[in-house]
């Protein structure tokens, strides 16, 4: 159930209103957006009457009833406002959500070594990236794979944080590893694989970093929405929604299918922030470039690339990664595309480096 | 196998080489590229020794194998060299293939008047469409529903041609309506359902109209590209390939799972153009908009959007229709979008409607 | 809707009923069960009222409405009584259904030669076959593989089942052959990749044989009885649904997943009897006698096995093909099963051969 | 890489052929069969060449590399041998596997109250199951739904155990509660949805307890055995594996596809027992007993039913509960068809109770 308070109450009169709402087995979550504010209600709301609530206070607009079973997640429990989830990096505050510019993650599978995520790094930043992705802990297939590089890898993203300015964003596969994570990730992922493992879930909702949580390989939207409702539920309002490819019945040319019209149909469903992932979707990097254009005219918030400095070499996902020269190029593919949908782009770098024979120097030293 | 020929080669010679390789269960096909000529051989390729074939003649420049099992079909069949489906339709020839300008599909469901098939045609001509879709023989789950208006349609089919001079594609069921449906059709649809009806994909290649290939519903590329192998082994070089939606787990918010990843995965398997369907995939009308636009971002050399003058009265698929007006708007986006990407547009009828308001008033008129 | 008849009622007095009932756009079918007699209603029912039909006789026991959008094939339109598909062969009437012995169809993917049918016939009589399977037309992913003996085949298989006596079953690929399909066949099989194929399915309930419906390889349940109700509109009670795998997200280790749980979905929902080909469904013949064994547990009313006299050079399907011992061994098993589930068995052959030995010999003749 | 050892060789003769395998990054593992002595080499076996490892000894019999991913959980590791899992219950030591009796698992989804637990748990036994399930954790998809009465509802399962003798079989959510949970289980359950937390496998492994890993619900059986391989690398060999649904494209009818076919297919994959859960498969009641019985027919070695006393008001998963006397009735019939496929059976309590009128009586008092 939402209250919806009418423009130009005061925030005197929402804490009034919030008090008469106090009720044991009831949560009041009240979202102050750009243009409405909105109490949400959780709980036994069975026993409310919608009419006694609207007559607590004359400022109140309106009372709903929420329909969907995700109700925090719902774009309904803000009454229709989508949610902006600001992170701070060192560079400067980035906003993911409808109305912000585009969002672009990008970096390696895992953190090899010091020297290559910073030299990565710097490489990502130059090219106009605002976070910087790899793993330090990693979930693979078989016990006999490379798993990551564990805390040596936080400490070297830590590093290439302080260097470049670059947000980090890094995966948790094990609450014990929740606190080590957190001092150094900007934004927290869960990964594919634990999109249900509900402990988790509710770990690092209490956290409050920040979480990108990906698909399920084979959830259905409304999971999905319900993993994301249980960090909301546990105090977390800044969740990114992340979809890199579903499980169907043809493998035999991309790793997965790259569902994009989970764009429209989350937008019509939900108030949080979207990104999408090319390179696991597909798992081939010639593919990566005309899925990340489709996400973007398909009005994604963000995307989230893999790149290496030689895919070749990589110790996990080479086949799916770009080169850093690819993908500066493809930055620039992805900025006229931005403008083509309106979608307004930011790049923390403009100054620094303004065309590809800077950046191929600049690659060639690194 | 194949044999690519050098430049500059004389048709005379071409012929001599053509000649030299004549057996018994061997058929050779000469495809005529901008760039090269490249004689295509299939059947008994084991016999053959390609040091000897490129002994018949000094102007052999290679002889290559074909892997995929789709031979015809494959990139490599045509030497790497994108194929052209030209087809004539009253107003203009209109050319599908990955060099060509965009083309553009749309129509109803199936047709439901002769006024009402007309109407459609006339605004959809406005909006800058060159192709008519309309159904007159219908695949519809339950026998007890409407099952297409079947020769009355082909008849007003017929006069939508003659009044607006679009291009008509209509789907063909059953081999027996086969000929009636060509006097019509300037493009022969083969609907998901019957992808692997052998027998009609024989029947519709032996025609030699252009076919439309719908994928499907859990069809793997392999497969569609294998169906495509049949109408071309037919005689039948003019083969779209239609992408409407896959079928997957998840089903409550979408009909189909829209697999655009399909276009960059078809431009390294084959030579045929490409279409993408948004509405089946979708199956809500508020989707197809963001879904069209990606694709043309990722690269389609056409669309098919279904559109009905009242969509909530529509006989069949009424959610997944656009009306007039909204497809106008869409091809206003839509050619903002191909522009982006650097995809040529065309639209037959730029000189007689510019802006909205115009086609308003037409739109009020019909 | 249907009506149902007080037992004793007379055929005086049901014929009057269904003269009552007489009205444009309404068929009546009546249904003679072994308890009760139903008369089942399609057409415009929306403008009947139920009380005004329970008035038209004494004998009218109850006016249901079925809920089901396949009307004719719902367990409802039948008031609860499975059918029985009885087919005569020369050896004898078959009955399918779930009160009637398990029905064993064997028999090669395609018919190789005339010996090949013929020795594999009479050993699967042998082994207690009622009847035999083979293609005669065969839907092939590629247009390169071969593709059936056709009209030849089919004269084979006339003089296997004049030979032996056992059923034949062959699939139907195209209307145009239906004539010279139900010259020999004794049951005409629609195959997975047609089970959509509406307008041969309208053409085969037009013809009046037993019809063996397999199930499309990712149709859901719903379409499958609506394929079937397609049949069953067009006149022909005699339905009979088979189970062949469906299309999941792994195909590494079999072909299909065999979707044996269909047994007590479709024992809820409809009155047809059931087949079960767990040949398909896995794709090896190492994993068929587990299946072939669940199924009957699971309550099938019969089974479909590919036998092949020498597998390894079967011109397709080999992988999956038992030879006639493996068969002959597997029915002995198979036996058992039927015995401790409640199932009754009748083999045509038991006097002829009762052991293993004797079956030996003849293989080593054949 | 496995060393199959002569039969007949002394304990000393193994212990030295070890201790000269013995290097860095090599594991060994040494698994006495009843017919053979089989020694595994897990980790850099590149470097050993077969010949010189035969030449250690002339006890050497074989040695022989795995091509499976899964090394320790292939078949080969045992050179075909299957293994046991030999589980204590108070009331005897059960063993799961291929030459084992059937093995039957039943509770209800989650433990409600401790007379809930406690009537059941007599219950169950009275029919003959030997271990029983019970969740104290529940893993649902809304964090607002019932989530298991955690340690209260451990603690009702020890009574269960203490007073019925029976096996303890739980879901371990959280490594946090591995320990708590050990104290009671018999058996400790990873759920579907964990089958790839490798976090929790490997600590699930470091425990020793035998390990219930449930397929996860789209996991292909590769990924399966590759989780089963996480808990086999951590050092524990005990290890179960649970078939309990697949997801596809009909959730229409029932709530996963029962993939049954992985019987056959692990049997020729791994050595390690199977169980099947056609509660949580079909997601009915009405649908359990003829897929327990498939399942026998299909030679599992355990089977997993969900048991409730009063389904319609179970907190969870009502719908596909079995009440005890079902339970009871179903036991009868897996009873036979345990018998009709050679499979032995051990009821923990013939003695005690020998028809449905003692149960019943039993079942009215409790």
């Given at each position: 159930m939402?209250?919806?308070?009418?423009?130009?109450?005061?925030?005197?009169?929402?804490d009034r209103?919030?008090?008469?709402?106090?009720?044991?087995?009831?949560?009041?979550?009240?979202?102050?957006?750009?243009h409405k504010?909105?109490?949400?209600?959780?709980?036994?709301?069975?026993?409310?009457?919608?009419?006694?609530?609207?007559?607590?206070?004359?400022?109140v607009?309106?009372?709903?009833?929420?329909?969907?079973?995700?109700?925090?997640?719902?774009?309904?429990?803000?009454?229709?406002?989508?949610?902006?989830?600001?992170?701070?990096?060192?560079?400067?505050?980035?906003?993911?959500?409808?109305?912000?510019?585009?969002?672009?993650?990008?970096?390696?599978?895992?953190?090899?070594?010091?020297?290559?995520?910073?030299?990565?790094?710097?490489?990502?930043?130059?090219?106009?990236?605002?976070?910087?992705?790899?793993?330090a802990?990693?979930?693979?297939t078989?016990?006999?794979?490379?798993?990551?590089?564990?805390?040596?890898a936080?400490?070297?993203?830590?590093?290439?944080?302080?260097?470049?300015?670059l947000?980090?964003?890094?995966?948790?596969?094990?609450?014990?590893?929740?606190?080590?994570?957190?001092?150094?990730?900007?934004?927290?992922?869960?990964?594919?694989?634990?999109?249900?493992?509900?402990?988790?879930?509710?770990?690092?909702?209490?956290?409050?970093?920040?979480?990108?949580?990906?698909?399920?390989?084979?959830?259905?939207?409304?999971?999905?929405?319900?993993?994301?409702?249980?960090?909301?539920?546990?105090?977390?309002?800044?969740?990114?929604?992340c979809?890199?490819?579903?499980?169907?019945?043809?493998?035999?040319?991309?790793?997965?299918?790259f569902?994009?019209?989970?764009?429209?149909?989350?937008?019509?469903l939900?108030?949080?922030?979207?990104?999408?992932?090319?390179?696991h979707a597909?798992?081939?990097?010639?593919?990566?470039?005309?899925?990340?254009?489709?996400?973007?005219?398909a009005?994604?918030?963000?995307?989230?690339?893999?790149?290496?400095?030689?895919p070749?070499?990589?110790?996990?996902?080479?086949?799916?990664?770009?080169?850093?020269?690819?993908?500066?190029?493809?930055?620039?593919?992805?900025k006229?595309?931005?403008?083509?949908?309106?979608?307004?782009?930011?790049?923390?770098?403009e100054s620094?480096?303004?065309?590809?024979s800077?950046?191929?120097?600049?690659?060639?030293?690194?």
């Open positions: 939402i209250i919806v308070i009418k423009p130009g109450t005061s925030p005197q009169e929402i209103i919030n008090q008469e709402l106090s009720r044991p087995n009831l949560k009041t979550e009240t979202s102050l957006g750009k504010v909105v109490i949400g209600l959780v709980g036994d709301t069975n026993e409310l009457n919608p009419e006694q609530i609207q007559a607590i206070s004359p400022c607009e309106n009372v709903l009833q929420i329909k969907q079973p995700f109700k925090r997640a719902s774009l309904e429990f803000r009454h229709g406002e989508y949610s902006e989830v600001v992170v701070s990096t060192p560079n400067s505050e980035v906003a993911f959500g409808k109305n912000a510019p585009l969002v672009n993650v990008a970096g390696p599978c895992s953190v090899e070594s010091e020297q290559m995520i910073l030299d990565t790094a710097f490489q990502l930043k130059a090219a106009g990236a605002q976070f910087l992705r790899g793993g802990y990693k979930p693979r078989s016990p006999y794979d490379f798993q990551g590089h564990a805390e040596l936080l400490e070297w993203l830590a590093t290439a944080r302080q260097e470049t300015g947000g980090i964003i890094t995966e948790v596969m094990d609450a014990a590893e929740l606190n080590a994570i957190a001092e150094v990730a900007d934004v927290i992922q869960v990964g594919a694989r634990n999109m249900q493992n509900f402990s988790l879930l509710k770990k690092v909702g209490a956290k409050g970093k920040p979480v990108l949580l990906k698909r399920g390989m084979s959830a259905t939207i409304q999971e999905w929405l319900m993993a994301a409702e249980y960090i909301l539920a546990a105090g977390n309002p800044n969740v990114i929604l979809e890199r490819g579903i499980r169907t019945f043809d493998k035999q040319y991309t790793r997965n299918t569902d994009i019209s989970v764009i429209p149909v989350l937008r019509e939900t108030h949080l922030p979207i990104m999408l992932d090319p390179s597909t798992g081939k990097s010639q593919y990566v470039a005309s899925m990340a254009l489709a996400a973007i005219a009005g994604t918030d963000s995307l989230m690339i893999e790149v290496h400095p030689n070749a070499k990589a110790l996990s996902d080479g086949p799916q990664s770009l080169t850093p020269e690819q993908f500066y190029l493809l930055m620039e593919e992805m006229v595309m931005a403008m083509a949908v309106g979608r307004s782009w930011k790049s923390a770098s620094m480096f303004c065309n590809l800077h950046y191929q120097q600049y690659a060639a030293i690194a």
